[in-house]
């Protein structure tokens, strides 16, 4: 079973940002197209931006242009630099394989309120 931990989270006013943290394990990090992902009461998990071993990246139309996700190899962690925060932004966060693949963590809650 695979850890992967998020952090970062937090509460912020509309218009604020936010840098979350995954850190996974290195045979993960470095194989995989990783991603980040969220979830709340009422919708589906939805996957929010991906980033592959080389650098490439994607993002859901809802996000893109605000958030950006990023990698630091020596550290094997994935980040997600989120600005211009809005209300429908809030969520619980997780980061996975692009595909989901491994087990989930607990994830790291955003609000974003005013």
């Known amino acids: 079973q695979v850890q992967l931990v998020e952090s970062g989270g937090g509460l912020v006013q509309p218009g604020g940002s936010l840098r979350l943290s995954c850190a996974a394990p290195?045979?993960?990090?470095?194989?995989?197209?990783m991603a980040w992902y969220r979830q709340t009461p009422t919708k589906e998990r939805e996957l929010v931006a991906t980033?592959?071993?080389?650098?490439?990246?994607n993002y859901a139309d809802s996000v893109k242009g605000r958030f950006t996700i990023s990698r630091v190899t020596p550290k094997n962690t994935v980040y997600l630099q989120m600005r211009s925060l809005q209300p429908e932004d809030t969520a619980v966060y997780y980061c996975?394989?692009?595909?989901?693949?491994?087990?989930w963590g607990q994830g790291t809650q955003v609000t974003v309120s005013s």
């Open positions: 996975n394989t692009a595909s989901g693949s491994v087990d």
């Open positions: 980033i592959s071993s080389g650098g490439r990246t």
């Open positions: 290195w045979r993960i990090f470095s194989n995989n197209v």
